[in-house]
């Protein structure tokens, strides 16, 4: 099993500005993934972030909004980039071995005003 | 695209009861079924998996069956106890984008009655 370590827990941010979140696995993992999940809904896969390459993006998102770090195969970042108020929510990496149990983090509430 | 189902939304059983939930995915070529419990402001945590090459796994009382001409799964918790009480994500991994990904059901939340 992998641990997964997210950080900032939860954050308020000004519209306009941006938000960098960070997730530290304790050991090295083959995929990377971030979602997006509005309170009380399901989990919406963001992209997949691919160790020396470009992340992956799903329909509605976007690397200008959204981009993604993946240094090495035990970090990633997702940055939300000019942030408005329907940016607020929860987002959550989770990492893992191809086609198996994926680990989350414990999530970050992200609040615009 | 591909995307999963998953039913009923809001589940009420009473202490020792068992609870049913069901879930159908679109896409044939998936063979990777996880469900996780996700207790309020947690994260999500997995509880059990099923893969395509067995149609029934059980954990103590938690069970999972597979159907996979009709593309679908469930998840049975049997002896409900108010410690089950959580919202319930059914996912199915796809194959897109050179890479493995889950795609989760909207989830039920499970309310279990002392």
């Known amino acids: 099993s992998a641990v997964i370590s997210q950080k900032p827990s939860r954050d308020i941010c000004q519209r306009g500005t941006s938000l960098t979140i960070q997730c530290q696995v304790d050991?090295?993992?083959?995929?990377m993934f971030w979602y997006r999940q509005q309170p009380g809904q399901s989990l919406t896969l963001i992209a997949t972030?691919?160790?020396?390459?470009?992340?992956?993006?799903e329909s509605g998102f976007v690397i200008d909004k959204f981009p993604i770090s993946r240094p090495n195969l035990t970090f990633s970042t997702l940055t939300v980039s000019n942030m408005s108020p329907e940016d607020s929510s929860i987002y959550l990496c989770?990492?893992?071995?191809?086609?198996?149990?994926?680990?989350f983090g414990q999530g970050t509430r992200l609040t615009v005003v | 695209g591909e995307n999963v189902e998953q039913h009923p939304s809001t589940l009420s059983v009473q202490e020792g009861d068992s609870a049913v939930i069901k879930c159908t995915y679109s896409?044939?070529?998936?063979?990777?079924f996880p469900w996780y419990k996700q207790e309020l402001g947690k994260r999500p945590q997995l509880i059990i998996d099923?893969?395509?090459?067995?149609g029934e796994k059980k954990d103590q009382r938690i069970a999972v069956t597979l159907n996979k001409t009709a593309k679908h799964f469930s998840l049975h918790i049997t002896e409900t106890q108010p410690e089950d009480s959580a919202v319930y994500f059914c996912?199915?991994?796809?194959?897109?984008?050179?890479?493995?990904?889950?795609?989760f059901g909207s989830g039920t939340r499970l309310l279990v009655r002392p």
């Open positions: 896409d044939s070529a998936s063979n990777y």
């Open positions: 989770s990492g893992g071995a191809s086609n198996t149990e994926a680990f």
């Open positions: 099923i893969r395509s090459n067995v």
């Open positions: 972030a691919n160790q020396g390459s470009e992340a992956t993006y």
């Open positions: 996912a199915a991994s796809i194959f897109k984008d050179s890479s493995y990904k889950l795609i």
């Open positions: 050991s090295q993992v083959t995929m």
